[in-house]
Protein backbone atom coordinates (compact mmCIF):
# COMPACT_ATOMS: atom_id res chain seq x y z
CA UNK A 1 0.00 0.00 0.00
CA UNK A 2 2.72 2.74 0.80
CA UNK A 3 4.55 1.93 -2.00
CA UNK A 4 1.54 2.24 -3.90
CA UNK A 5 1.06 5.82 -2.56
CA UNK A 6 4.24 6.80 -3.03
CA UNK A 7 4.23 5.28 -6.63
CA UNK A 8 1.10 8.05 -6.87
CA UNK A 9 2.82 11.11 -5.52
CA UNK A 10 5.67 10.25 -8.04
CA UNK A 11 3.63 10.38 -10.78
CA UNK A 12 2.14 13.20 -9.79
CA UNK A 13 5.31 15.01 -9.40
CA UNK A 14 6.25 13.91 -12.86
CA UNK A 15 2.83 15.19 -14.51
CA UNK A 16 2.68 18.55 -12.41
CA UNK A 17 6.52 19.56 -12.94
CA UNK A 18 5.95 21.10 -16.68
CA UNK A 19 3.32 23.24 -14.97
CA UNK A 20 5.64 24.41 -12.14
CA UNK A 21 8.76 25.23 -14.53
CA UNK A 22 5.95 26.94 -16.61
CA UNK A 23 4.92 28.88 -13.48
CA UNK A 24 8.62 30.03 -12.38
CA UNK A 25 9.45 31.40 -15.75
CA UNK A 26 6.45 33.38 -15.68
CA UNK A 27 7.21 35.30 -12.49
CA UNK A 28 10.90 35.38 -13.77
CA UNK A 29 9.59 37.07 -16.89
CA UNK A 30 7.34 38.78 -15.29
CA UNK A 31 10.40 40.45 -13.20
CA UNK A 32 12.46 40.58 -15.67
CA UNK A 33 10.38 43.35 -17.68
CA UNK A 34 10.39 45.49 -14.73
CA UNK A 35 13.12 48.25 -14.99
CA UNK A 36 15.82 49.00 -12.16
CA UNK A 37 13.80 51.36 -10.40
CA UNK A 38 11.01 49.47 -10.15
CA UNK A 39 13.23 46.39 -9.02
CA UNK A 40 15.55 48.98 -6.88
CA UNK A 41 11.96 49.93 -5.09
CA UNK A 42 11.01 46.15 -4.30
CA UNK A 43 14.74 45.91 -3.25
CA UNK A 44 15.93 43.66 -6.52
CA UNK A 45 19.01 44.71 -8.73
CA UNK A 46 19.12 42.91 -11.99
CA UNK A 47 21.73 40.99 -10.88
CA UNK A 48 19.68 39.11 -8.91
CA UNK A 49 17.75 37.76 -11.60
CA UNK A 50 20.76 36.92 -13.53
CA UNK A 51 21.64 34.47 -11.21
CA UNK A 52 18.69 32.94 -10.37
CA UNK A 53 18.92 31.67 -14.13
CA UNK A 54 21.80 29.58 -13.06
CA UNK A 55 18.88 27.61 -10.33
CA UNK A 56 17.83 24.56 -11.99
CA UNK A 57 15.13 24.56 -14.73
CA UNK A 58 12.55 22.73 -11.52
CA UNK A 59 13.35 25.42 -8.75
CA UNK A 60 11.14 28.14 -7.85
CA UNK A 61 13.36 31.44 -8.14
CA UNK A 62 11.41 33.75 -6.04
CA UNK A 63 12.27 31.86 -3.00
CA UNK A 64 16.05 33.24 -3.22
CA UNK A 65 15.00 36.67 -4.95
CA UNK A 66 12.56 37.67 -1.74
CA UNK A 67 15.50 36.54 0.73
CA UNK A 68 17.63 38.67 -0.98
CA UNK A 69 15.37 41.69 -0.77
CA UNK A 70 14.66 40.53 2.94
CA UNK A 71 18.19 40.66 3.27
CA UNK A 72 19.16 43.84 1.74
CA UNK A 73 15.84 45.47 3.50
CA UNK A 74 16.97 44.43 6.83
CA UNK A 75 20.72 46.28 6.39
CA UNK A 76 19.11 49.48 4.76
CA UNK A 77 17.33 49.53 8.13
CA UNK A 78 20.21 49.63 10.23
CA UNK A 79 22.67 51.88 7.44
CA UNK A 80 22.45 55.63 8.60
CA UNK A 81 21.54 57.68 5.73
CA UNK A 82 23.34 61.76 5.79
CA UNK A 83 21.21 64.20 4.10
CA UNK A 84 22.79 65.41 0.83
CA UNK A 85 25.42 68.88 0.94
CA UNK A 86 23.87 71.91 -0.15
CA UNK A 87 25.21 72.92 -3.64
CA UNK A 88 27.53 75.58 -2.30
CA UNK A 89 28.97 73.60 0.70
CA UNK A 90 29.76 71.03 -2.91
CA UNK A 91 31.32 73.66 -5.03
CA UNK A 92 33.70 74.99 -1.94
CA UNK A 93 34.95 71.81 -1.08
CA UNK A 94 36.21 71.05 -5.08
CA UNK A 95 37.88 74.31 -4.84
CA UNK A 96 40.11 73.20 -1.69
Request: aromatic residues 2%; without cysteine; glycine residues 4%.
Amino acid sequence: MKTLIRLSRLALDLASWPVRVADHRRALAALSSLDDRELADIGLLRQDLRDVTALPLGADPTLPLAERAQGRAKNMRGARVLPPKPPATRFREAAE
